[in-house]
């Protein structure tokens, strides 16, 4: 590079044009100067070099922050347009590096999206003032990766000048152990959505500053949530539409615990999105909890582990008649008792878990309705149910008409499935007459008294 640098003074040199006026005291300008001195010889050719030796004049210039990292500075600028700065950090950084980065740009006024990435084996502290009076509106701060997060400290005055503006404020791989609370957030009055992903020691969030427009809050994969003795829900007194809190380690007690919390608020009112994914749930949450959510249309609690669902457990859902979304994929489930989906009219997610039967007593009067409605139905891939099954004929064969809301899998042999629908009738023809109710196999006591009854004349 300082090769051509030399080659372009010498060739400006030859064209008479005086370096020293492409040196403005003001290194901001330093293009338009340029621009101008190129004007005054009429020289159009010599714009690409004029340009090429401004971009080197200094460490502070964009072209040169954009494309490598000065010696000098902590922070260089990855992009810069008016929809996103990007801006990332080794080690300790000052809010004036920042603030600089921030002025080095023809954009005016406020910015769409900030993406501060910050990565360094010391804790970090985001000073006070960091904007320099810009405002976005949307934050997004990554610090470290998965295996190494980022120990930081905000400052509470960090983010101050963006508070009136900002709607979407997300945190990705940071230790919080370092903050005692998220008064950073405070006075935020648009933000309508906060995340914390991948984050260790939340402790803070028990200390969540009144957030008055917040209607989905996100805490994913973080560390900490489980040692919290409290909930903060009176922060957010709008009423939130949707929660995640999935991969908590929570278990059954702990998310009693939050879940009533939100039902002595106004969110129970207006929380249309439950995300319990992945947790330690080894229950469906009590029906004094879900069935005070009347406006939920989506519940998750895949990824527990909830090995049997009983009777009357998911008949909360009959309080919640906009639930479109009921999602219970690998839970471990063995077992569901008959009548369990009774008042169940959103879809039903079953996949992947350890079912090994189909029975009519608790699946029909679901898949019926969802037929007669065109709501709901039913998924019902990657478990263990053998395609020979008898118990399976109620279904496949006798009412053919309900398979259009079950997308479901049998086993054909131990490492090949087939869809519900392409499985031949004829395959049950050693099944004999099975009434729909019969759920039991030909070798079960309730077969062999069926088969007594008939033989008896008794009608059926």
Same mark, same amino acid.
């Given at each position: 590079?300082?090769?051509?640098?030399?080659?372009?003074?010498?060739?400006?040199?030859?064209?008479?044009?005086? &370096?020293?006026?492409?040196?403005?005291?003001?290194?901001?300008?330093? !293009?338009?100067?340029?621009?101008?001195?190129?004007?005054?010889?009429?020289?159009?050719?010599?714009? &690409?070099?004029?340009?090429?030796?401004? *971009?080197?004049?200094?460490?502070?210039?964009?072209?040169?922050?954009?494309?490598?990292?000065?010696?000098?500075?902590?922070? &260089?600028?990855?992009?810069?347009?008016?929809? %996103? $700065?990007?801006?990332?950090?080794?080690?300790?950084?000052?809010? !004036?590096?920042?603030?600089?980065?921030?002025?080095?740009?023809?954009?005016?006024?406020?910015?769409?999206?900030?993406?501060?990435?910050?990565?360094?084996?010391?804790?970090? %502290?985001?000073?006070?003032?960091?904007? =320099?009076?810009?405002?976005?509106?949307?934050?997004?701060?990554?610090?470290?990766?998965?295996?190494?997060?980022?120990?930081?400290?905000?400052?509470?005055?960090?983010?101050?000048?963006?508070?009136?503006?900002?709607?979407? /404020?997300?945190?990705?791989?940071?230790?919080?152990?370092?903050?005692?609370?998220?008064? /950073?957030?405070?006075?935020?009055?648009?933000?309508?959505?906060?995340?914390?992903?991948?984050?260790?020691?939340?402790?803070?969030?028990?200390?969540?500053?009144?957030?008055?427009?917040?209607?989905?809050?996100?805490?994913?994969?973080?560390?900490?949530?489980?040692?919290?003795?409290?909930?903060?829900?009176?922060?957010?007194?709008?009423?939130?539409?949707?929660?995640?809190?999935?991969?908590?380690?929570? @278990?059954?007690?702990?998310?009693?615990?939050?879940? @009533?919390?939100? &039902?002595?608020?106004?969110?129970?009112?207006?929380?249309?999105?439950?995300?319990?994914?992945?947790? !330690?749930?080894?229950?469906?949450?009590?029906?004094?909890?879900? %069935?005070?959510?009347?406006?939920?249309?989506?519940?998750?609690?895949?990824? #527990?582990?909830?090995?049997?669902? *009983?009777?009357?457990?998911?008949?909360? =859902?009959?309080?919640?008649?906009?639930?479109?979304?009921?999602?219970?994929?690998?839970?471990?489930?063995?077992?569901?008792?008959?009548? *369990?989906?009774?008042?169940?009219? *959103?879809?039903?997610?079953?996949?992947?878990?350890?079912?090994?039967?189909?029975?009519?007593?608790?699946?029909?009067?679901?898949?019926?309705?969802?037929?007669?409605?065109?709501?709901?139905?039913?998924?019902?891939?990657?478990?263990?149910?053998?395609?020979?099954?008898?118990?399976?004929?109620?279904?496949?064969? #006798?009412?053919?008409?309900?398979? =259009? =809301? $079950?997308?479901?899998?049998?086993?054909? @042999?131990?490492?090949?499935?087939?869809?519900?629908?392409?499985?031949?009738? %004829?395959?049950?023809?050693?099944?004999?007459?099975?009434?729909?109710?019969?759920?039991?196999?030909?070798?079960?006591?309730?077969?062999?008294?069926?088969?007594?009854?008939?033989?008896?004349?008794?009608?059926?």
């Amino acid at each position: 590079m300082s090769f051509l640098l030399k080659f372009i003074e010498q060739y400006l040199t030859y064209f008479a044009i005086d &370096v020293s006026k492409l040196l403005p005291k003001d290194q901001s300008t330093a !293009r338009s100067e340029a621009l101008k001195t190129l004007q005054q010889h009429q020289r159009k050719e010599l714009v &690409v070099a004029i340009l090429l030796f401004t *971009a080197g004049l200094g460490d502070s210039h964009p072209l040169n922050d954009e494309t490598k990292k000065s010696d000098s500075h902590s922070c &260089v600028c990855k992009s810069f347009s008016e929809k %996103s $700065v990007d801006v990332e950090c080794a080690n300790k950084f000052s809010a !004036r590096e920042i603030q600089s980065i921030l002025n080095r740009t023809d954009f005016v006024g406020d910015l769409f999206e900030l993406h501060l990435r910050i990565s360094s084996p010391v804790v970090v %502290s985001i000073p006070a003032n960091l904007l =320099s009076g810009r405002s976005f509106n949307r934050i997004f701060i990554y610090c470290g990766n998965d295996s190494a997060p980022t120990q930081v400290r905000i400052d509470p005055n960090a983010f101050r000048t963006t508070s009136h503006r900002t709607d979407i /404020f997300r945190i990705f791989n940071c230790d919080l152990n370092q903050q005692d609370d998220l008064a /950073f957030l405070t006075d935020f009055i648009k933000l309508a959505s906060l995340s914390l992903q991948s984050s260790s020691n939340i402790h803070s969030f028990a200390k969540l500053p009144v957030l008055s427009n917040l209607k989905s809050l996100t805490i994913f994969n973080c560390s900490g949530l489980e040692r919290l003795a409290m909930f903060p829900i009176s922060a957010i007194p709008a009423g939130l539409k949707e929660l995640d809190l999935a991969l908590n380690m929570l @278990n059954d007690q702990k998310m009693e615990m939050i879940l @009533n919390s939100i &039902v002595s608020s106004s969110s129970a009112r207006t929380l249309e999105m439950l995300r319990l994914s992945g947790n !330690r749930l080894t229950q469906i949450p009590q029906y004094r909890i879900l %069935s005070s959510f009347t406006q939920l249309s989506q519940l998750y609690l895949d990824g #527990n582990s909830i090995p049997s669902i *009983a009777k009357g457990s998911l008949d909360f =859902s009959s309080q919640m008649p906009n639930l479109t979304v009921l999602n219970l994929m690998n839970i471990g489930l063995t077992e569901v008792e008959p009548k *369990a989906f009774k008042y169940v009219s *959103a879809k039903v997610h079953l996949d992947v878990n350890n079912l090994t039967r189909f029975d009519s007593s608790v699946y029909k009067q679901m898949l019926e309705r969802s037929v007669e409605t065109g709501r709901g139905g039913l998924t019902f891939t990657s478990n263990w149910v053998d395609c020979s099954d008898c118990r399976l004929v109620w279904l496949i064969r #006798n009412n053919r008409h309900l398979l =259009s =809301s $079950v997308r479901g899998t049998c086993l054909t @042999n131990s490492t090949n499935s087939a869809k519900f629908e392409d499985v031949k009738i %004829s395959d049950y023809d050693h099944c004999g007459d099975i009434p729909d109710g019969d759920d039991d196999s030909k070798s079960s006591s309730s077969w062999f008294y069926f088969f007594l009854l008939k033989l008896v004349g008794v009608r059926l």
